[in-house]
């Protein structure tokens, strides 16, 4: 369970239900701040002569926490100041406890300098000022203060997220500071993932403080860190009476004869993550381009949705992806022939690029279409996604990108992949995770084609849906950060059999 997240009202829930459970509130505090304290120190090591700290607590539980930091940094030798936010009197619970056993000064925030120079200049600051559930936007004090604090570049600790940013949308509320170290308790939250928060917290140290598994397991999270505990038991792996249709068989749309490249791109991801068997569709004008530049990868005729129609008549077939090059008009009507005929039997669907825009502002008719299909995946980027689902007020206004594609999911009854920097797989009965690999160097010409390849070679597979998803954007990153500096598109399928002799155990398959 450490890859599931917590929302800020699951893990204000947790808090309660450790502390039930006969887990003391200030105990779990004091190992919050022990954890704040020892990231302090490994930055100042990283400083030589490195000794003063600036801790900066807010009013709540998070200052609580930075009030332990501080009586423990000093405790072990540092020069610490602690400035507060607010009037210590008016602490209450735990934190108050906290502050009771700080017996150094307090500095008022607006007095404090980040930028001191010479004898009071500091070596690190610990940022406890606000938590992930903070509601409001930062201004006023606490706002100026972060503003001098970014602009001074010191290293900074953040207590469960950089103050001002919003732990259940990853975004800035008002004003934040990026963090060189963030330290959170117990699971990670939705918005150390998603960007800008995923930006903004540096180095994200995970910390066990003593709440325990039941209690969160008790919550039955719904929001997952996208990584291998989530699939890696449905992974597929052939047997030893394996042969290439038992592996599945991966039928892929071409676009026409000055389209064709993504088609292929599509197809050469599919074989490569597994399928045994990969056939391209394609138009009778195109079947000359694409003939010469394939060799395991099969070609049929296919020019209108009769034909696919003919082609889905063999049942050795279990995945179809279009979209990619097909143009809009083509598209729709050949998503309206391949939902058809995968009402006749349980065949995989990936939809991308003209089979999303072709419905554009018209969600509902794709819904309609797909009710019956078990297993659809679709992997719109961001403005495929705001194009297909401007007509759905739950995705369009939605306040975070979590938020988005649970609701576009759940509107169109599909495993939904909101593709991005902080790629988000959701599923329509609420499931959702969010992708913790990738390079900026994914963000290329084809790329996303490669992608849909991978979804449609494990969903030939028969791995169930969500899970196919999240492997495939998964890999997907972890093939572009192999590859890096110089990436093309046709680098990635390449890049995948050493992923995944990495990913899986070599003795299983």
């Known amino acids: 369970m450490m ?20 887990v003391p509130g200030i105990a779990l505090m004091e190992a919050a701040g022990a954890a704040c304290a020892d990231a302090a120190v490994d930055l100042m090591a990283q400083t030589p002569g490195g000794r003063r700290v600036l801790v900066a607590c807010g009013p709540g539980n998070n200052g609580g926490d930075g009030f332990v930091a ?18 210590a009197a008016r602490l209450a619970g735990d934190a108050a406890i906290a502050a009771a056993r700080w017996t150094g000064a307090l500095v008022p925030l607006e007095q404090a300098d980040p930028a001191a120079s010479g004898d009071r ?24 203060f972060l503003e001098r604090l970014a602009a001074s570049g010191l290293p900074v600790v953040a207590v469960d997220v950089p103050s001002g940013l919003d732990g259940n949308t990853g975004r800035v509320r008002g004003t934040a500071c990026p963090a060189a170290i963030t330290v959170t308790f117990a699971r ?10 995923r930006a903004l917290c540096g180095r994200l140290r995970l910390v066990d403080i003593g709440i325990p598994d039941a209690v969160i397991e008790s919550l ?12 890696r038991a ?5 047997g030893i009476d394996a042969h290439k249709y038992s592996r599945g068989h991966a039928l892929v749309l071409s676009g026409p004869a000055d389209a064709t490249g993504a088609a292929r791109l599509v197809a050469r991801g599919a074989l490569r993550i597994g399928a045994g068997a990969v056939t391209i569709g394609s138009p009778t004008d195109a079947l000359a381009v694409n003939a010469a530049q394939l060799t395991a990868i099969m070609l049929r005729p296919c020019d209108d949705a009769d034909d696919l129609a003919g082609l889905l008549e063999d049942p050795r077939i279990t995945a179809l992806a279009l979209g990619p090059g097909l143009g809009r008009e083509r598209a729709r009507a050949l998503v309206e022939a391949a939902a058809g005929a995968a009402h006749a039997r349980t065949r995989a669907l990936v939809l991308d690029a003209d089979a999303l825009t072709a419905f554009a502002g018209e969600h509902a ?50 495993v ?23 390079t900026p160097y994914l963000a290329t010409a084809g790329s996303g084609d490669v992608l849909a390849g991978f979804c449609a070679g494990l969903l030939a597979q028969s791995m169930p849906v969500f899970e196919a998803a999240c492997a495939a954007v998964n890999l997907h990153g972890r093939a572009g950060a192999r590859v890096g500096p110089g990436l093309i598109a046709e680098d990635l399928p390449e890049a995948l059999p050493g992923v995944l002799g990495e990913v899986l155990d070599p003795a299983s398959g």
């Open 3 to 22: 890859h599931c997240l917590l929302d800020t009202e699951e893990m204000a829930e947790a808090d309660r239900g450790a502390i039930a459970g006969g």
């Open 70 to 87: 501080a009586r423990l940094l000093a405790e072990r030798g540092y020069a610490v100041t602690l400035a507060f936010l607010g009037d």
């Open 121 to 144: 200049a500091y070596d690190v600051v610990v940022d406890a000022l606000f938590g992930a559930g903070l509601t409001r936007d930062v201004s006023g004090v606490p706002a100026a």
């Open 188 to 197: 990670r939250k939705p918005g150390h993932l998603l960007q800008p928060g």
């Open 220 to 231: 039955a999270p719904n929001t997952f860190a996208n990584e291998e505990p989530l699939w």
């Open 234 to 238: 449905a992974f597929p792996h052939p």
């Open 365 to 414: 008719a794709l819904a309609r279409l797909l009710a019956g299909v078990e297993r659809v995946v679709a992997t719109p980027h961001a403005g495929e996604f705001a194009k297909l689902l401007s007509d759905c007020p739950e995705a369009r206004e939605a306040p975070s990108k979590l938020a988005a594609a649970r609701a576009g999911a759940a509107a169109l009854g599909i």
């Open 416 to 438: 939904l992949v909101d593709k991005g920097p902080d790629t988000v797989i959701a599923a329509p009965d609420g499931r959702a995770a969010i992708n913790t690999t990738g």
